[in-house]
């Protein structure tokens, strides 16, 4: 993107773009937070962290641009995984409704264990692949564009809320009587 124009094409149009970066920041974090389909959920919190690696490119710096690529590349394997998790309960319950799911965690221990993983490298948990890009940032952010920092840690809040409430639906509670007819 950033060698296609001119740099005072991309200092006229930051303005606008760092607004649709941080504006999809939030939408997307408040529509994967209102999600039951889990694919949903995870398609809308993706929509919120590519919004958010936008807006490293916008700061025109290079740790900005860096933190980016390494987020794009963490996103890539997150979510990939986090889709093939989805589609494993999908095949084998026929639902991807948050809501057709509780106690994950006592009837499927090794795949709760990797959806959580997976969750918290999505959300940028201190410690999995997806920290170091959005603390890099943030940083970026601080330094080239501090007006953006709030509204896009509320889109960055919404969107690991929506990760958490996913958890906590799906693998604590009480289990329910759609695993019984499982085969």
């Not at 989805?86 to 709760?112: D, Q, W």
């Amino acid at each position: 993107m950033l060698p296609l124009f001119s740099i005072h094409t991309h200092l006229y149009f930051r303005p606008l773009a760092l607004l649709i970066c941080v504006l999809g920041t939030i939408y997307g974090g408040l529509s994967a937070l209102r999600q039951i389909d889990m694919k949903r959920q995870i398609a809308f919190s993706s929509v919120s962290h590519m919004s958010f690696a936008s807006i490293g490119i916008f700061t025109f710096t290079e740790a900005g641009v860096k933190g980016s690529v390494y987020l794009m590349l963490s996103h890539g394997l997150t979510s990939a995984a986090l889709f093939y998790l989805v589609g494993v309960l999908s095949e084998r319950y026929h639902t991807r409704s948050i809501l057709a799911f509780s106690g994950l965690l006592s009837a499927m221990p090794v795949f709760s264990f990797f959806l959580i993983l997976m969750s918290l490298a999505n959300v940028g948990f201190p410690g999995t692949s997806g920290f170091l890009p959005e603390l890099i940032i943030l940083v970026s952010v601080i330094s080239s564009a501090p007006s953006t920092l709030l509204p896009v840690l509320l889109g960055m809040l919404f969107t690991t809320a929506s990760s958490l409430v996913l958890l906590l639906r799906i693998l604590f509670g009480h289990l329910k009587g759609l695993y019984s007819n499982s085969s």
